[in-house]
């Protein structure tokens, strides 16, 4: 499973920023079924920026937010990201895929 957060941030923002996001990361990087991920600054954007990780599966993602040390140190930043869907499937030519019907929130 592949997770993208996007956030808009002010040119004055960005080194606070970029050091929280960071300690966000390393919060979910802690967590049971991380796989990786990575932090990132749009090329020709500078204010976008990216926190991309990979989980074992939705189950294991959804633990990682509801970890006490992620709702305090990494639920707050990430309520400030872009609002759009963020979670997505990881597509392979093996896999079957989900069924492509809207979840409802």
Request: no cysteine; proline share 6%.
């Given at each position: 499973?592949?997770?993208?957060?996007?956030?808009?941030?002010?040119?004055?923002?960005?080194?606070?920023?970029?050091?929280?996001?960071?300690?966000?990361?390393?919060?979910?990087?802690?967590?049971?079924?991380?796989?990786?991920?990575?932090?990132?600054?749009?090329?020709?954007?500078?204010?976008?920026?990216?926190?991309?990780?990979?989980?074992?599966?939705?189950?294991?993602?959804?633990?990682a937010?509801?970890?006490?040390?992620?709702?305090?140190?990494?639920?707050?930043?990430l309520?400030?990201?872009?609002?759009?869907?963020?979670?997505?499937?990881?597509?392979?030519?093996?896999?079957?895929l989900?069924?492509?019907?809207?979840?409802?929130?």
């Amino acid at each position: 499973m592949l997770v993208v957060n996007r956030f808009r941030v002010p040119a004055e923002e960005a080194e606070a920023f970029r050091a929280d996001l960071g300690a966000a990361h390393a919060l979910l990087a802690a967590r049971p079924g991380y796989l990786d991920g990575a932090v990132g600054r749009n090329v020709d954007e500078p204010d976008l920026w990216v926190l991309q990780t990979r989980w074992a599966d939705v189950g294991s993602y959804r633990r990682a937010l509801s970890a006490y040390d992620v709702k305090l140190g990494a639920v707050p930043l990430l309520s400030r990201a872009v609002d759009e869907p963020s979670a997505y499937e990881v597509v392979t030519d093996e896999a079957e895929l989900n069924r492509a019907v809207p979840r409802a929130t």
